[in-house]
């Protein structure tokens, strides 16, 4: 049984800065994705940012310049920095774990930037 547990969302100014972290519980293959998603009320969930286990980072150009996607291997977590924040990131947002064909999702959380 896999787990994914986010925590450091919650509300900050337009041009703050916050660090959302999920760790990940259970058993865990070394070689696997992380990332993060996000949704925004009445709009689908979509890509925020994805790290491989290998270092490999991509991301949305909505956050490009902005977020930074890290992980920590031997904890089994990734970090989500995000800087210059809109009121448009606004959003609960998601950790995301796929591994050998399965996928697996945090409980969410929200950020809220204020104008």
């Known amino acids: 049984q896999v787990q994914l547990v986010e925590s450091g969302g919650g509300l900050v100014q337009a041009g703050g800065s916050l660090r959302l972290s999920c760790a990940a519980s259970?058993?865990?293959?070394?070689?696997?994705?992380m990332g993060w998603y996000r949704q925004a009320p009445g709009k689908q969930r979509e890509l925020v940012a994805i790290?491989?286990?290998?270092?490999?980072?991509n991301y949305a150009d909505s956050v490009k310049g902005r977020f930074t996607i890290s992980r920590d291997n031997a904890e089994n977590t990734v970090y989500l920095q995000m800087n210059s924040l809109k009121p448009e990131d606004t959003a609960v947002y998601y950790c995301?774990?796929?591994?050998?064909?399965?996928?697996?999702w945090g409980q969410g959380t929200q950020v809220t930037v204020s104008s």
């Open positions: 259970g058993t865990i293959f070394s070689i696997n994705v």
């Open positions: 790290i491989t286990s290998g270092g490999s980072a």
């Open positions: 995301n774990l796929g591994v050998r064909g399965r996928v697996y």
